[in-house]
């Protein structure tokens, strides 16, 4: 099943606009992951943050994580129409001792669309 | 190789046939995950091996599911007499570490295998 909740579950935007999905989750994480999926292509690694982590920027990214209400959001700052794809939440679970597992569970995902 | 490859990248299937999905991971990753993506959703977890062993097949949906890693390099996802519900797209990940690093396993996902039953 489903970890997480995203939304919007779709979001159009014109080039040069900022992007923002949100994720809401259940359990408690080891780390909070976001990837992309372009068309019928797999999923590549945009971003981590660990669990004790608050925000983390890299590039045009900016990810926020709040623990306390189980959620984090992705920022896409000036986007272009290459960032057109679609956006998915994963959270890696802690272990009793709080280790990673590595078994990463996705949520539903954000289509986001740039239009040039 | 320099990334996780998936073969075929394209199957096509009548009901009741079995198929099956090869993964090769980059070379001296540890970790293995299978998952499953149904059209517009996100991906679900089939079943993880580290090196040869499995240690956990929780999200295969059936015992028509079978995955194995014999010598902890390439992988095969078989699926026995299919059905209709198992088109999906099936991906395969990798990672360098151990499940239970103390760290955080980041994927390196394959471009995946698209089933279709018909």
């Known amino acids: 099943s489903q970890q997480g909740e995203e939304d919007p579950q779709a979001l159009s935007i014109q080039e040069g606009e900022n992007a923002t999905m949100n994720c809401s989750y259940k359990?408690?994480?080891?780390?909070l992951q976001w990837y992309r999926q372009n068309s019928g292509r797999g999923l590549v690694h945009l971003i981590l943050?660990?669990?004790?982590?608050r925000e983390k920027h890299s590039g045009r990214l900016r990810v926020t994580l709040d623990t306390s209400k189980k959620s984090s959001s992705l920022l896409i700052t000036a986007s272009r129409a290459a960032d057109t794809a679609s956006y998915f939440c994963?959270?890696?679970?802690?272990?009793?001792?709080?280790?990673?597992?590595?078994?990463?569970?996705f949520g539903q995902g954000t289509i986001l669309t740039v239009h040039p | 190789g320099a990334g996780v490859s998936q073969s075929p990248r394209y199957k096509v299937a009548k009901r009741g046939q079995d198929v099956a999905l090869r993964c090769d991971p980059i070379?001296?990753?540890?970790?293995l995950f299978w998952y499953q993506q149904a059209l517009g959703q996100g991906p679900e977890f089939l079943t993880y091996?580290?090196?040869?062993?499995?240690?956990?097949k929780s999200g295969l949906p059936s015992d028509r599911f079978f995955a194995e890693r014999p010598e902890g390099s390439v992988s095969t996802l078989k699926i026995q007499r299919t059905q209709q519900e198992d088109s999906a797209v099936y991906l395969c990940?990798?990672?360098?570490?151990?499940?239970?690093?103390?760290?955080?396993?980041?994927?390196?996902f394959g471009a995946g295998s698209r089933l279709t039953v018909l």
């Open positions: 990940a990798s990672s360098p570490k151990p499940g239970n690093w103390a760290g955080a396993n980041v994927l390196t």
């Open positions: 359990t408690s994480i080891n780390n």
């Open positions: 943050i660990r669990s004790n982590e």
């Open positions: 994963a959270t890696d679970g802690a272990n009793a001792g709080g280790t990673s597992y590595g078994k990463l569970t």
């Open positions: 070379s001296g990753h540890v970790s």
């Open positions: 091996f580290q090196n040869e062993a499995q240690l956990d």
